[in-house]
């Protein structure tokens, strides 16, 4: 089946951004595992939120089957993340991270505490994470390509998107004057009305900050993990 028999668009897509869906990075990895995986007889793209001229966002139901039976089809195609676990270790204080202060409308909050993080737009994820963390934290905190750690990659929400995160963990030395610096913050593009504040706090009373993301505790719990494994083998566990 061709694509255009196969992808459909409701009148609410304007048919000047069609092609740009159809080959949009994020929707063809979706539309060629369907057809890879599942018995696929339509997909129709319902709504498309557009980045300026990327396409961001894309609502779309599949009519699929599976050993011969249908299955849910609701897809919200957003491509995959990235964050960043910071770890900063000043001399003579306990091990500190980084957390990010901003407005989620998704889950109505002003004023989500979490850890840095973005979309990958089409770049990598090493890339990326650095970018975000540039973005978010700021230039003059140095982490470099090789300072990134994946903890783990895993899918947020299967039921409703596409969106997979890579977790990273970046383990830092800096002055505490330096770290005085990144407290309270204020940081993010305005282009993309980002209002973010940096909040920097001790790496255990990360899981005691109230309701976060899904994230922000696992890749605190897949830290400690790690750093447990290293000291049972005897690691050199300096940063």
């Known amino acids: 089946m061709s694509d255009t028999d196969l992808v459909h668009f409701s009148p609410a897509v304007p048919l000047g951004v069609h092609d740009a869906v159809r080959s949009a990075p994020h929707f063809v990895r979706w539309r060629d595992g369907l057809v890879a995986r599942f018995d696929v ?28 039976k249908p299955v849910p089809g609701a897809a919200l195609l957003r491509g995959d993340s990235v964050s960043v676990l910071l770890v900063l270790h000043c001399p003579g204080t306990a091990p500190l991270t980084v957390l990010t202060r901003e407005a989620r409308i998704p889950i109505a909050r002003p004023d989500l505490l979490a850890l840095p993080a973005g979309m990958l737009d089409g770049g990598e994820f090493i890339s990326t994470a650095l970018r975000e963390l540039s973005e978010e934290v700021g230039t ?26 890579a977790l990273y963990c970046a383990d830092i030395t800096l002055p505490t004057d330096v770290v005085h610096t990144l407290d309270g913050r204020h940081t993010g593009l305005p282009g993309e009305h980002e209002n973010i504040h940096l909040h920097v706090l001790p790496l255990a009373d990360l899981p005691h900050i109230g309701r976060t993301d899904a994230k922000t505790i696992l890749s605190y719990h897949l830290y400690m993990a790690r750093r447990v494994r290293q000291n049972d083998a005897g690691a050199d566990l300096s940063p």
């Open 41 to 68: 007889r339509r997909i129709d793209v319902h709504d498309v939120i557009m980045f300026g001229p990327r396409v961001g966002f894309i609502m779309a139901v599949a009519d699929a089957r599976h050993d011969g």
């Open 140 to 165: 003059d905190l140095k982490v470099r390509q090789e300072d990134l750690v994946l903890l783990d990659t895993v899918w947020l929400s299967p039921g409703g998107t596409d969106e997979a995160i």
